[in-house]
């Protein structure tokens, strides 16, 4: 079992720092190593690696066009690298085809289902394509994708949440170790996105699935992904857990003040004079005149800077700490050239 050393270097972005991930005891149901791909001369994906583990829901993100699917056909067994390495619990693509792909279970595109029978006909007619699903297995998933009470209506009535939570069941009938999902949010309405986060999420807990998630959606993947991966025109630019985002740059920190008493170019020379940048934002007017300033800086700042304004007559109504988001890193790496690594 490897352990992943996490960085972010981003030039233009002097927030971010060197991250730790902590030792990941878990087993790894996906290594990729190396992973090269060519369409004639051009090449869309160079020296791709990252391991998947189990249990855990692993986002990998990128724009239109940064090599997203062609990295899953991959290893689906689609497309074959023409160089790198693809192992699924423990089995060579290559070599051990037929055992690697055992261990997996997919949804590339929309699932493929019969419209005019029910939930349960078209799972019991999958089911029939493998080995050793039993009815018991069939209204387990059931249970876990929670369409106990819809299972037996016609798909045709389904919404298209309900559609991608029954292709998830489909997808799992056979306990794969490995589920991969492309865009599954796709179309889905605010509740149906919802719906299908708590079903991943109850998925991996329980069956300790390792869900690979293939999406450009930042906002919800901030939300449901235990790690992400990010990939730019075919380069891996790295991979950290959210939480390790959450606590990125170190002690540095940016945060929103809302400030009121003085004029706002007083209370921004104030700050400047204490060595900051910072950024001002919205005011408000009449007899309650406010306005909002952003800085950075590390948080044992804190008592210094609120002491300095309110010691030049700026009341200081509100100071909050903004935590870094996906989409921040996201933007950093893909327009400001940084890596994560």
Same mark, same amino acid.
């Given at each position: 079992?490897?352990?992943?050393?996490?960085?972010?270097?981003?030039?233009? &972005?002097?927030?971010?720092?060197?991250?730790?991930?902590?030792?990941?005891?878990?087993? !790894?149901?996906? %290594?990729?190593?190396?992973? %090269?791909?060519?369409?004639?001369?051009?090449?869309? #994906?160079? /020296?791709?690696?990252?391991?998947?583990?189990?249990?855990?829901?692993?986002?990998?993100?990128?724009?239109?066009?940064?090599?997203?699917?062609?990295? #899953?056909?991959?290893?689906?067994?689609?497309?074959?690298?023409?160089?790198? $390495?693809?192992?699924?619990?423990?089995?060579?693509?290559?070599?051990?085809? %037929?055992?690697?792909?055992?261990?997996?279970?997919?949804?590339?595109?929309?699932?493929?289902?019969?419209?005019?029978?029910?939930?349960?006909?078209? @799972?019991?007619?999958?089911?029939?394509?493998?080995?050793?699903?039993?009815?018991?297995?069939? /209204?387990?998933?059931?249970?876990?994708?929670?369409? $106990?009470?819809? #299972?037996? /209506?016609?798909?045709?009535?389904?919404?298209?949440?309900?559609?991608?939570?029954?292709?998830?069941?489909?997808?799992?009938?056979?306990?794969?170790?490995?589920?991969? @999902?492309?865009?599954?949010? &796709?179309?889905?309405?605010?509740?149906? !996105?919802?719906?299908?986060? &708590?079903?991943?999420?109850?998925?991996?807990?329980? %069956?300790?699935?390792?869900?690979?998630?293939?999406?450009?959606?930042?906002?919800?993947?901030?939300?449901?992904?235990?790690?992400?991966?990010? #990939?730019?025109?075919?380069?891996?630019?790295?991979?950290?857990?959210?939480?390790?985002?959450?606590?990125?740059?170190?002690?540095?920190?940016?945060?929103?003040?809302?400030?009121?008493?003085?004029?706002?170019?007083?209370?921004? $020379?104030?700050?400047?004079?204490?060595?900051?940048?910072?950024?001002?934002?919205?005011?408000?007017?009449?007899?309650?005149?406010?306005?909002?300033?952003?800085?950075?800086?590390?948080?044992?700042?804190?008592?210094?800077?609120?002491?300095?304004?309110?010691?030049?007559?700026?009341?200081?109504?509100?100071?909050? $700490?903004? &935590?870094?988001?996906?989409?921040?890193?996201?933007?950093?790496?893909?327009?400001?050239?940084?890596?994560?690594?």
């Amino acid at each position: 079992m490897s352990t992943e050393s996490v960085s972010i270097n981003a030039p233009e &972005n002097p927030g971010f720092t060197e991250i730790k991930a902590k030792n990941d005891n878990r087993e !790894v149901v996906l %290594e990729v190593r190396s992973l %090269e791909k060519y369409f004639g001369r051009r090449r869309v #994906i160079a /020296d791709a690696s990252f391991d998947v583990y189990a249990g855990e829901i692993f986002g990998f993100l990128g724009p239109n066009g940064a090599g997203k699917t062609t990295t #899953i056909k991959m290893i689906l067994g689609f497309l074959f690298p023409d160089s790198g $390495e693809i192992r699924i619990m423990g089995h060579d693509l290559r070599t051990e085809y %037929e055992k690697a792909l055992a261990c997996v279970g997919g949804i590339v595109e929309n699932p493929d289902m019969f419209r005019d029978f029910s939930g349960l006909e078209n @799972l019991k007619m999958y089911a029939d394509l493998h080995d050793g699903v039993t009815r018991e297995r069939i /209204d387990e998933v059931v249970r876990l994708v929670g369409l $106990e009470k819809r #299972i037996r /209506d016609k798909v045709r009535k389904y919404s298209l949440g309900m559609k991608q939570r029954l292709g998830v069941a489909q997808s799992i009938l056979h306990k794969p170790k490995l589920l991969i @999902l492309d865009e599954p949010t &796709n179309g889905l309405d605010p509740a149906g !996105v919802k719906e299908l986060r &708590n079903t991943l999420r109850k998925m991996a807990d329980e %069956e300790q699935i390792a869900v690979f998630v293939s999406s450009h959606m930042l906002a919800e993947m901030d939300l449901m992904c235990d790690r992400v991966c990010i #990939i730019d025109k075919g380069v891996i630019k790295g991979v950290m857990s959210v939480e390790e985002l959450r606590h990125a740059g170190g002690n540095e920190r940016e945060f929103n003040y809302t400030l009121t008493g003085a004029p706002q170019e007083q209370a921004l $020379e104030i700050l400047r004079g204490l060595g900051l940048s910072p950024s001002p934002a919205s005011t408000t007017d009449g007899d309650d005149a406010s306005f909002n300033v952003s800085v950075r800086m590390d948080r044992s700042r804190l008592a210094e800077v609120n002491t300095a304004l309110i010691s030049a007559g700026v009341s200081v109504l509100t100071v909050a $700490e903004t &935590n870094r988001t996906l989409e921040d890193v996201f933007m950093a790496v893909t327009e400001g050239g940084g890596t994560i690594e």
